[in-house]
């Protein structure tokens, strides 16, 4: 499976950002993990891929959407309300095995990972 993600950028405190990350092969949930310099990546959000359950981090909860488009095996992350401590390079994963939501939060759910795009908020 080959992961390509994009949309990261400078954004101001307060603005918003959307990620997308194509996948190609069999999906049964994807995620978006983060790592902060000097920081371990850590989860973000997932979805599963044959209901669009959803599951987030409480730091990204309501701020944080992720969606996914089964016709482009696309998943989106639209970000919003970023703060400075959102600042980190994220990563989307893919598995082809579907698991119950909370398990996508684990790295070791996922089979393929994306190369990273760099997300700084910034004023």
């Known amino acids: 499976v080959q992961l390509q993600a994009s949309g990261g950028g400078l954004v101001q405190p307060g603005g918003s950002l959307r990620l997308s990350c194509a996948a190609s092969g069999r999906i049964g949930g994807m995620g978006w993990f983060r790592q902060a310099p000097e920081k371990d990546r850590e989860f973000v959000a997932a979805?599963?891929?044959?209901?669009?359950?959803?599951y987030y981090s409480n730091s990204v909860r309501g701020r944080f959407t992720i969606s996914r488009d089964k016709a482009k095996n696309t998943v989106y992350l639209q970000m919003n309300s970023l703060k400075p401590e959102d600042t980190a390079v994220y990563f989307c994963a893919s598995s082809p095995r579907s698991y119950n939501i909370g398990h996508y939060a684990g790295s070791s759910a996922y089979d393929s990972w994306g190369q990273g795009t760099q997300v700084t908020v910034s004023s």
């Open positions: 979805i599963r891929w044959a209901d669009a359950g959803a």
